[in-house]
């Protein structure tokens, strides 16, 4: 065993520290009572918990060398400053007596602060100088340059540490060795159960016994040198290290240098003496597990000669599975083998008898094909089609065929000899989807035309007009369902269903432009050969584009009329027939594809309903009529400003019904062509008519005789009208928009084939001479007996003496109000100015006629007092004009009246007219 440095001084710390430590619990903690005071020397010091294992392990390394050298205290180098001036030791205790005094103000007002007593100079001031630079350097204080995220950044740096240092911690501290106290315990287990084993007990070996002695040697040690801030050259801690020890360091005698030496051999003593029992704990730790290594290498020999032994038997092992393998195994393999051959010669001669069942059943479907069974066809195409694929879980009739057939089908799909046969079934079922597509549109095309040949134009304008509420197109025939439902179906199994679909909107495409074809004009000589022309023919042969525009400009306005009307109730009722059409084929397609959970050739079910809805090409098929019959109105564009204000409105009429019915079908306003051709037709018509019967009046005014005129009961109904209508519409106006053709009509739709030609120019000389018609009052002579005698006009609680420009300009401002009062009110600034310039332009053409040099002609040959009787009648007008627009306005915000001081002006100037004629024709005054 070690020795502590002196004679008689050596212990068995091994043996007395085993028995011990054998008391200590095996999962408790080192049981090292650390003092409360270092005050007395070898009171049981314990441990700090912060200690460097590191530093301890060197100093027991180096006690471990020949005759327990230490390192001198001599090699210790201590600052001049610090030497003490105490001469003389007592009882192991050093000249440093710090502690005697620690805390106390009398030295030190901030209690135990050496550093203040080193710099003041507080204590032993006989022997201890003020401190120079040198011994205490003057401290730099730096500017703070930290970053101001200087926290964030150390709290990152602790965090990435912080495994580490309590790693560190725990392994560098003596007394958190916990693992010692387990090897401890371990080791007590161990060496009782081998106790007990042997049959021995041993009070000398207890190792409890040498546990304790190994505690008690370890704590004679002081704490401060197991504290993790121990450092020799602090004056402090140096103190404590020499505790009492005097080495006489200010006296230089003989026998100081003596006594001095006895200090540095009891110091070096004490020193080696806890260096021993530090060691001592750690080296018989250590040592009480030797016994676990030679017990190791013990297990290691036995390992080695079991293994022998194993390798041994596994050769032996070995050689019998070889025996086994080639007397038994290969033997059976062989045999196995050949029934695997035999087996897969079965499944190449089933696969061969399948491809001859392909080859079968194709040539009975081309019988089925040439004999027109499509249905059965397509049945025997899909079990074909299964027994390719080797699927023979759903198709009853190739379980029939293959009932009996030992394996299950193989795929054939990629067998070369049958590239030809897949691609003929392919063909055969297009072929087959093509025929069932030409049926399925024929069923559609014929309910479509049986459809409008059975409704007439009046019921279309009826409901167009909201007369009737009656829908016939929503009637369909369960026959018709049925045929399209089967039909759908079969077209499922061919999977040509989308394609179907498109073939129809081809073809209704085609039948809504026959439509256009059908009511076009046509020359005589083709007449008689087209009169059987239907809905669904192709276009009359000869007509190309310059010779139909010369034929729809020869129409008369009643021919023109009719084909527009024609056209458009034929097209509606074509039009929504189709989207009954749709909203059944897509029910009825979308329910088989449901059902059926297969055949469908769509992918997802945005692309299904996309395919399947004919609604995009029923709205190109609006846009195509819209756009068609649009060129064809521009075609009389100059013929259509000359008409009757009649028959504009019924022109008027029916392209605003189908434009409102066109977009209540789409539900959107597809095109805005016809929409803007009919905006650019009205206009011309504003400007046109206005001129034309400002010269009317300018006409009739020249030739006027002013002679009175009978009034035609129609016409003071007219007037009468005319002054209602300021509260009011009359009922007579609105029914010129009535489309309706009644028994009663003046001029009947005549059939187009039995038109004459008529050039522009007599086409307006016809429509002026039917205006006076109408207006002027000029009836048949078997109508004048019922006209009497009247000859004035009355208007509200006034009477006029009628005259023939009176009346036609009475017929053409009703003309004027009646446009106002059925055209859009966007017009309305136009048709007021209108009316305003008709009622100027006859007071300035009538004052024209009847003056010379600004005066009235009392001699002029002219009536003047029915002049003035008409300037009079229309002078009430101007007030009846005003307050009619006045009224509309009420109805539209965009409409701008004429300003009041125009009207004002107006009736100033009829005024002013009258009031000259009156004066130039009263008699003379008495002389």
């Not at 701008?896 to 130039?920: G, P």
Request: contains cysteine; negative net charge; glycine residues 4%.
């Amino acid at each position: 065993m070690y020795k502590n440095g002196t004679e008689g001084g050596g212990t068995n710390e091994s043996g007395s520290l085993k028995g011990r430590l054998s008391e200590v619990p095996f999962d408790s903690t080192p049981k090292i009572v650390v003092p409360d005071t270092p005050t007395k020397s070898m009171e049981s010091p314990s441990i700090g918990d912060n200690t460097s294992l590191n530093d301890d392990l060197a100093s027991i390394a180096g006690s471990r060398l020949p005759n327990s050298s230490r390192m001198s205290i001599d090699s210790y180098s201590l600052r001049p400053s610090f030497e003490s001036s105490v001469a003389g030791r007592h009882n192991r205790s050093f000249g440093f007596d710090n502690e005697n005094h620690s805390g106390s103000v009398e030295y030190s007002p901030l209690g135990n602060n050496s550093i203040f007593e080193i710099v003041m100079n507080t204590r032993r001031k006989n022997w201890l100088s003020y401190p120079t630079v040198n011994d205490i350097p003057p401290v730099v204080l730096s500017s703070n340059s930290l970053d101001s995220s200087w926290k964030t950044v150390v709290h990152k740096y602790v965090n990435d540490i912080k495994y580490e240092s309590s790693v560190y911690e725990s392994t560098n501290n003596l007394k958190s060795m916990t693992r010692m106290e387990q090897l401890k315990q371990l080791e007590r287990y161990d060496s009782t159960a081998l106790d007990s084993a042997n049959g021995e007990s041993n009070s000398e070996n207890d190792p409890d016994l040498e546990v304790k002695e190994g505690i008690k040697e370890l704590e004679e040690v002081p704490s401060f040198y197991f504290e993790k801030d121990f450092q020799l050259d602090n004056a402090r801690t140096f103190h404590r290290v020499l505790e009492e020890i005097d080495l006489h360091l200010n006296k230089f005698t003989l026998e100081d240098q003596t006594q001095r030496e006895e200090a540095y051999v009891e110091f070096k003593e004490k020193l080696n003496y806890y260096l021993d029992a530090v060691e001592g704990l750690l080296v018989g730790e250590i040592s009480k597990s030797s016994h676990k290594f030679f017990h190791a290498l013990r297990d290691v020999d036995s390992i080695q000669q079991k293994a022998k032994c194993t390798v041994s038997e596994i050769d032996r092992l070995s050689k019998t599975i070889e025996y086994i393998d080639s007397e038994k195994i290969q033997k059976r393999v062989a045999n196995l083998r050949k029934i695997f051959k035999r087996k897969s010669l079965q499944r190449l001669e089933q696969g061969l008898l399948q491809v001859k069942q392909v080859l079968i059943r194709t040539e009975e479907c081309k019988i089925l094909y040439e004999n027109e069974k499509y249905d059965e066809c397509l049945d025997l195409i899909h079990s074909i089609d299964c027994l390719i694929k080797g699927d023979d879980s759903k198709d009853e009739t190739l379980q029939s065929w293959v009932s009996d057939w030992p394996y299950k089908l193989i795929e054939l799909k990629s067998v070369p000899a049958l590239t030809e046969t897949r691609e003929y079934l392919t063909n055969m079922r297009i072929e087959i989807g093509g025929k069932y597509s030409l049926k399925f549109c024929e069923i559609l095309l014929r309910d479509l035309r049986h459809y409008c040949s059975s409704v007439t134009a009046n019921e279309t304008l009826s409901r167009l007009q909201n007369m009737t509420r009656e829908k016939k197109f929503l009637e369909l025939d369960s026959e018709l369902i049925s045929s399209v439902a089967s039909l759908i179906h079969q077209l499922c199994r061919c999977d040509e269903l989308a394609s179907s679909f498109n073939l129809y909107q081809d073809k209704f495409t085609a039948e809504v432009k026959s439509i256009i074809k059908k009511y076009l004009p046509q020359e005589r000589n083709q007449a008689s050969s087209d009169s059987q022309f239907s809905v669904g023919s192709s276009q009359p042969t000869g007509s190309s584009g310059s010779k139909i525009s010369r034929l729809i400009k020869e129409q008369t306005p009643a021919e023109f009329q009719g084909m527009l009307v024609n056209t458009f109730t034929n097209s509606s009722e074509v039009l929504r027939r189709l989207y009954r059409h749709q909203k059944l084929l897509l029910d009825v397609s979308l329910n088989e594809i449901t059902i059926n959970g297969q055949g469908s050739p769509l992918s997802s079910e945005h692309d299904m309903i996309s395919q399947l809805d004919i609604r995009t090409e029923i709205n190109e098929a609006i846009r195509i009529i819209q756009l068609r019959m649009g060129k064809i109105i521009a075609v009389r564009r100059d013929l259509t400003s000359s008409l009757r204000f009649d028959h504009f409105l019924k022109l008027y009429s029916i392209c605003v019904l189908f434009i409102q019915e066109c977009e209540a079908i789409s539900g959107e306003f597809l095109t805005k062509y016809l929409s803007d051709i009919l905006a650019g037709q009205i206009k011309n018509y504003n400007i046109s008519q206005r001129n034309r019967k400002i010269k009317n009046i300018q006409k009739k005014l020249e030739c006027e005789k002013w002679m009175p005129s009978i009034v035609h009961s129609s016409v003071q109904k007219d007037v009468n009208d005319i002054v209602s209508s300021m509260d009011l519409d009359p009922l007579d106006w609105i029914k010129y928009s009535d489309l309706i053709t009644r028994e009663t009509d003046e001029e009947p739709v005549k059939d187009h084939t039995k038109v004459e030609s008529k050039t522009e120019g007599e086409q307006n000389e016809q429509n002026e001479n039917n205006e006076n018609n109408v207006t002027s009052g000029d009836v048949s002579n078997g109508d004048r007996a019922n006209l009497g005698h009247r000859k004035s006009v009355v208007v509200g609680d006034k009477t006029f003496v009628a005259s023939d420009s009176l009346l036609s300009t009475i017929g053409v401002i009703k003309e004027t109000l009646i446009l106002s009062t059925n055209l859009p009110v966007m017009y309305l600034s136009d048709f007021e100015k209108m009316a305003y310039d008709i009622l100027k332009n006859f007071n300035d053409f009538a004052m024209a006629t009847a003056t010379q040099n600004g005066r009235p002609l009392s001699k002029s040959g002219k009536n003047l007092s029915i002049m003035g009787e008409s300037l009079d009648c229309l002078a009430e007008f101007v007030l009846i004009v005003q307050k009619f627009y006045r009224r509309l306005s009420s109805f539209s915000r965009d409409f701008v009246l004429l300003d009041q001081t125009s009207y004002t002006l107006l009736s100033q100037q009829y005024q002013s007219s009258t009031e000259s004629i009156y004066l130039a024709n009263a008699p003379p005054p008495p002389v």
